[in-house]
């Protein structure tokens, strides 16, 4: 009898440790959906965009987002525009990447019984810097799933990917 109790446990262990050992691999994740988005054309709607500035986010919770978030989101962005290729050059057209934090959550004792959940969650809007004109707006989620994935900058790290995943989109891919 103890031994048809165990099978499906053993089995959730076999598959936690799987996906513990995919998200090593793989990392936090990047989730983008969009509130407004930035009208695509074939020409690709950011190819004329030569440099990309991006501007401390500001704490729309209430204050529980840790500091280290905003100092740390910048670099990350660099970071992840680095491993897509996207080089920012000074001198042609900026785009303005600017956001809000909306929401900051951290795994509970329960989540790790069932697998950990961690997001790091912002409203990002691109704009022109020259006209102020809003091009798209976008809620951007940095989350975690595992627990080789947990931590500050994990969600940092995946926040920045989904802002990057905004732009990669809309923008020409190097040959």
């Not at 054309?41 to 840790?66: H, I, K, S, W």
């Not at 329960?110 to 697998?115: I, K, P, Q, R, T």
Request: hydrophobic share 40%; aromatic share 10%.
């Amino acid at each position: 009898m103890a031994c048809l109790v165990l099978i499906p446990l053993a089995g959730g262990c076999m598959g936690r440790a799987i996906s513990e050992g995919v998200g090593l691999a793989t990392g936090p994740k990047g989730v983008v959906v969009a509130v407004k988005p930035i009208r695509y054309n074939r020409d690709a709607a950011l190819a004329g965009y030569t440099d990309f500035e991006f501007q401390t986010f500001t704490d729309n919770f209430g204050g529980r987002v840790p500091r280290e978030v905003f100092w740390k989101l910048g670099p990350a962005f660099e970071r992840a525009m680095a491993e897509k290729h996207i080089r920012s050059r000074r001198g042609g057209r900026t785009l303005v990447i600017r956001g809000e934090i909306w929401h900051y959550e951290t795994a509970t004792l329960v989540d790790h019984a069932f697998g950990p959940l961690e997001e790091l969650a912002a409203r990002v809007t691109f704009v022109d810097k020259a006209t102020g004109r809003v091009l798209g707006v976008y809620n951007c989620i940095g989350r975690s799933t595992q627990s080789v994935n947990q931590g500050l900058d994990k969600k940092i790290e995946g926040l920045a990917e989904a802002i990057v995943t905004v732009i990669a989109q809309y923008y020409p891919q190097p040959p």
